[in-house]
């Protein structure tokens, strides 16, 4: 039995393991032509992040790239889920930036050379600032602007990459941006959050359609779900978490996979909806060929009184990370066979994103994460259950690969499973790194 309480040979023959990154927070957005995103912006508006650390040097991944995966591939995993950052590829939103498109040719040869196989997100909220200027994700033309980016990135990648998500976590794109305000561009604004919650979708749609039309495979979407949980059995309690868990759970995948919006949310955001938003689902719905799941933790429900959707949370009972985030494993069991039953049927589904924040300190060369073991191995434990349930699990990515930029958290949320001191940018293997590595290896 390994430290996580897991071999290979739990999990059904050809599972995935993996572990994930994102460009804005790790390649260091200050080098290779890259523009500026309205990350950029958003961390330089005084009190939006933490002591206002930004991505502009991360964890310097665009120069230590081929360190960096020799730490995937020695660790054991068979894929890596990395994203390309629009900003790079497209400085002011439309010209192409050659020396962008290389970086991520380079990165995916290296993951071929390593034998590592190479998952792709297209967006993980890097949104080329120009275009943020121009309305962001609240104008309609940034499905179009998605699809041409898709098309020029795919054109140079496409060919090597075993799977493309089109968009991550499409709740914290919309609502966490541009309602709560928690993200760049940090709006709280229902008519913005609303535009945002539909463009979010039409933009994943149109970016699947280009890549069909380029004979390209294996596309999905990847979205976040989170328990929740109702404090008490009060009418206005249970809808308040209705309406919490229409909006973060339900919204996207009975977008994608149904298309229709669930009523709990439609009901404060139809009057904000773009007009004719009913004539988008044909390309919403796009056939999908895997679905994503990012689950990290699930949030008590309160009722907020005031306007519509009068959702706050309170803290739980239940033990916490660094991010105050409560452990709940048995969300994740209940999330993938959720998704499977309501929503993507016999469609593969990967866990996109799991992990933790941890107090991580280096002690003696060494990095001492049990916290992080003991989640990650309760974590995939769920994961075996959902598989006994029946549901078509295919892959598990840890996040993440390294300690890296934890958006408006900056860098003291560390959820590597390598440590990296960000004075001198060196990089440490934590135990739970090893743990991995003794699982997969085993
Ligand atoms: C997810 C994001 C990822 C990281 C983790 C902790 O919401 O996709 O970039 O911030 O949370």
Known sequence: MTGLGFTRADFPEGFVFGTATSAYQIEGA???????????????????????????????????????LDLIANAGFDAYR??????????????????????????????????????????????????????????????????DYTETVMSKIGDRVEATATINEPWCVAWLSHFIGAHAPGLRDIRAAARAMHHVLLAHGRAVEVMRGMGLNNLGIVTN?????????????????????????????SAVFKGEYPKAALEGLEPHLPQGWQDDFPTIQAPVDWLGINYYTR???????GAWPQIAYTPGPLEKTA?????????????LTWAATEYSGDLPIYVTENGMAGHDYLLDG???????????????????????????????????????????????????LVHVDFDTLERTPKDSYHAIRAALRE
């Open 30 to 68: 200050k080098f290779g032509g890259c523009g500026p995103s309205h990350w950029d912006t958003f961390a330089a508006t005084p009190g939006n992040v933490e002591r206002a650390e930004d991505g502009a040097l991360a964890c310097d991944h665009y120069n230590r790239w081929q360190p960096d």
């Open 82 to 147: 990395f994203s390309m950052n629009w900003a790079r590829v497209m400085p002011d939103g439309q010209r192409v930036n050659p020396e962008g498109l290389d970086f991520y040719d380079r990165l995916v040869d290296g993951m071929l050379a390593r034998n590592i196989r190479p998952y792709a997100t297209l967006y993980h909220w890097d949104l080329p600032a120009a275009l943020a200027d121009k309305g962001g994700w609240r104008n309609r033309d940034v499905a179009s602007w998605f699809a």
């Open 225 to 253: 779900l989170e328990g929740s949980t109702p404090v008490d059995d009060r009418p206005e309690t249970i809808a308040a978490h209705e309406r919490n868990h229409a909006l973060y759970n339900e919204w996207f995948l």
């Open 299 to 305: 949030k008590r429900v309160v009722n907020a009184g």
């Open 323 to 335: 991010f105050d985030w409560e452990v709940d494993p048995d969300q994740l069991r209940h999330f």
């Open 366 to 416: 060494t990095c001492p994460d049990p916290q992080r073991i003991k989640y990650l191995r309760d974590h995939f434990a769920a994961a075996r259950q959902a598989i006994a349930e029946g549901t078509p699990l295919r892959g598990y990515f840890v996040w993440s690969l390294m300690d890296n930029y934890e958006w408006a958290a900056g860098y003291d949320k560390r959820f590597g």
